[in-house]
């Protein structure tokens, strides 16, 4: 089982400048790297402070100028705000810059948010028929002219300029959860990105018990790769408090996201308070002592053996969400601890 690295900037206030993030998020992608991680993901997101990505591809550009080894993975892309031309063609430019490391995740998306501001108001429930004719279109583009007639997008010949280095076509990566969208990702041959969020590794069991059964439903495609992603924060076995901070920054995080979700608040220059804890009061899984638990937060000792069950499950690959709205100190000093003491155990 591989490690990667998934981040994004967070900015909670107006302290901290766009600047200070960038330099934050390349000091841990280079750790990332130097610690022996496979990839490094970096997500889409607009006009949000607390997720800030307009678009990947800048950032993986730039951290594809300062790496050597380390793969750059946009994960994911949200299918309805991309013609399959721009897709293409921007996937193949990063792979080309990055010498063969690209790799895309592609998702519907999730926040209703973006999609009044960026698809009409397009319900995000309905981004899955985006995401079905974008991931082939996508395909067809990158091996050459290719003219396309779909429900949502049409154009006459087109090909991808440039092509992608890698051939016949760069890892793909589908987010995943109900058993159709496992089942689409797997039939077209795509890898599958899972998310437990605040649920316990059970979720995470059903999740790979799903993406088994779309592969037993498709013997003629070769068996693509599960990653899981959580928020995770290793902490000193000197500190035997020291999982709480990293709870209660989660469970912020957790409580913003949900404020975001709901839709129901119109934010302040990009910022939007997280919804308040009275909200959650018959919500146990809110609780720092529940996402102690769920969250991947531990001691390295607690971390390597919570994440042997993981590589024992047949997971291919863990993603070190490091998004938990601490200080970026505090991430620095998790990433240090798992690589200097969980990742051995793994190589």
Same mark, same amino acid.
């Given at each position: ?40 993901? =970096?997500?889409?997101?607009? &006009?949000?402070?607390?997720? =800030?990505? %307009?678009?990947?591809? %800048? ?10 080894? =380390? ?20 996937? &193949? ?16 998306? /999730? ?12 319900? &995000? ?14 395909? /067809? ?5 290719? !003219? ?28 995943? +959860? ?45 068996? %693509? ?29 957790? +409580?913003?996201?949900? !404020? ?12 939007? &308070? ?6 959650? !009061? ?39 969400? =490091? ?25």
């Amino acid at each position: 089982m591989r490690f990667s690295l998934f981040v994004h900037m967070e900015r909670w206030d107006e302290e901290v400048s766009h600047r200070q993030l960038f330099e934050n998020l390349t000091e841990l992608a280079l750790m990332a790297e130097a610690g022996g991680f496979g990839t490094v993901w =970096i997500g889409e997101h607009h &006009a949000m402070e607390y997720t =800030i990505s %307009p678009s990947p591809m %800048p950032l993986l550009a730039n951290l594809a100028a300062k790496t050597s080894t =380390i793969r750059l993975g946009a994960g994911t892309i949200i299918a309805p705000f991309w013609n399959p031309i721009r897709a293409a063609g921007e996937c &193949a430019l990063l792979d080309v810059i990055s010498n063969g490391r690209m790799e895309v995740g592609l998702a519907r998306g /999730a926040y209703q948010f973006e999609f009044d501001r960026l698809a009409g108001g397009l319900s &995000a429930r309905d981004g899955g028929k985006h995401l079905r004719e974008l991931v082939p279109a996508v395909r /067809a583009l990158w091996q050459g002219d290719y !003219a396309h007639d779909g429900e949502i997008w049409q154009f006459p010949t087109s090909t991808s300029v440039p092509k992608p280095v890698q051939q016949p076509t760069p890892p793909m990566w589908i987010a995943a +959860r109900d058993p159709d969208s496992h089942d689409f990702a797997v039939a077209q041959g795509c890898n599958v990105m899972v998310t437990p969020l605040m649920k316990g590794d059970e979720e995470v069991v059903d999740l790979k018990r799903k993406f088994d059964t779309a592969v037993a439903n498709h013997p003629e495609v070769p068996r %693509p790769e599960l990653m899981v992603l959580r928020h995770t924060h290793v902490h000193s076995p000197d500190q035997p408090d020291g999982w709480r901070p990293a709870a209660e920054a989660i469970g912020r995080f957790y +409580r913003t996201f949900d !404020a975001w979700f709901g839709n129901k608040t119109t934010p302040q220059n990009g910022f939007l &308070a997280p919804s308040p804890e009275s909200k959650f !009061a018959d919500r146990p899984e809110f609780e720092p002592e529940s996402l102690h638990k769920t969250a991947m937060i531990g001691t390295p000792a607690e971390i390597i053996e919570r994440l042997r069950t993981y590589q024992e499950l047949g997971i291919d690959e863990y993603s070190f969400w =490091i998004d938990t709205s601490l200080p970026h100190e505090e991430k620095r000093r998790s990433l240090e601890l798992f690589i200097k003491e969980v990742a051995p155990a793994f190589q």
